[in-house]
C-alpha cells in the first residue's frame, strides 16, 4: 500500500486549526499511525489505530478517517507543533508518507 | 523509562559490512516485537526490517532482502542489524523501534548514522 500525504509543506499560523491528509492507495482497514519529527530527534508517535492518542501527547491533536482517507488535526496550533508529520500504515505491509513538513507563517 | 540505544553506525566503504546494535532498557524486552527503521538524508521514513518477540519470524523490506539480517539476544536485551553488500543508497539514519502487538510503532532510538562512500 502506497500513502501520499498532502500538503507537502504548510504554513500556519500559531492558532490554527490545521489539517494533514494521508490517502492510501487501498482500503487501510484503520490501521494508521501518524508521527511527529522534529528536526534532528526521531519520530514519536502521535496517534494510532487512526483515532487514538498516545498517552502524553495533547488533545489538541486528533486522528479521524476511513477506508484509503485519513485527516490528522491539530485544533490549535502551537509554535512547539513546527514538524514533519508522517502517516504509517500497517493494514497490508508496513508503509510510510512521504511526510508533511508543518512551519509557521 | 523505555529505553532504546543504536550503536555500530559510521563510514563504510561500498560493498563492505556493518552491524548495528540496539540496547533495550525499562521494559520486557522479550515480550515485544522489534523493528528497524531508516531515513536517508532529507528524505522520508523507510521500514526495513522485523523480528519477532522470539526471533522465529523476521521479514525484510524489498530494498535490503538478501543483504541485511536482523536478529536479537533476549538474554542481553539488544537488537542487532547486520548489513552486508551495503550500497550507497543505504546511507542514512537507522532507528531501532519497538512493534506493538498492532505494528505500529510505540517508541524510538534516537538513531545512528551509516554513510556508504568510497
Known amino acids: 500500500i502506497q500513502l501520499t500525504q498532502s500538503p507537502s509543506l504548510l504554513s500556519a499560523s500559531v492558532g490554527d486549526r490545521v489539517t494533514l491528509s494521508c490517502k492510501g492507495s487501498?482500503?487501510?482497514?484503520?490501521?494508521l499511525a501518524w508521527y511527529q519529527q522534529k528536526l534532528g530527534e526521531a519520530p514519536k508517535l502521535l496517534i494510532y489505530?487512526?483515532?487514538s492518542l498516545q498517552t502524553g501527547i495533547p488533545s489538541r491533536f486528533s486522528g479521524s478517517g476511513s477506508g484509503t482517507d485519513y485527516t490528522l488535526t491539530i485544533s490549535s496550533l502551537q509554535p512547539e507543533d513546527v514538524a514533519t508529520y508522517f502517516c504509517?500504515?500497517?493494514?497490508?505491509?508496513?508503509?510510510f508518507g512521504g511526510g508533511t513538513k508543518l512551519e509557521l507563517k | 523509562e523505555v529505553q532504546l540505544v543504536e550503536s555500530g553506525g559510521g563510514l563504510v566503504q561500498p560493498g563492505r559490512s556493518l552491524k548495528l546494535s540496539c540496547a533495550a532498557s525499562?521494559?520486557?524486552?522479550?515480550?515485544?516485537?522489534m523493528a528497524w527503521v531508516r531515513q536517508a538524508p532529507t528524505k522520508g521514513l523507510e521500514w526495513v526490517a522485523s523480528?519477532?518477540?522470539?526471533?522465529?519470524?523476521?521479514h525484510y523490506g524489498d530494498s535490503v532482502k538478501g543483504r541485511f539480517t536482523i536478529s536479537r539476544d533476549n538474554a542481553k536485551s539488544t537488537l542487532y542489524l547486520q548489513m552486508d553488500s551495503l550500497r550507497s543508497e543505504d546511507t542514512a539514519t537507522y532507528y531501532c523501534?519497538?512493534?506493538?502487538?498492532?505494528?505500529?510503532?510505540?517508541?524510538w532510538g534516537q538513531g545512528v548514522m551509516v554513510t556508504v562512500s568510497s
Open positions: 523501534a519497538r512493534r506493538t502487538g498492532s505494528s505500529y510503532f510505540d517508541y
Open positions: 525499562g521494559f520486557t524486552f522479550s515480550d515485544y516485537n
Open positions: 523480528i519477532s518477540y522470539g526471533g522465529s519470524n523476521t
Open positions: 487501498q482500503n487501510i482497514n484503520n490501521y
Open positions: 489505530n487512526t483515532n
Open positions: 504509517y500504515q500497517y493494514n497490508n505491509g508496513w508503509t
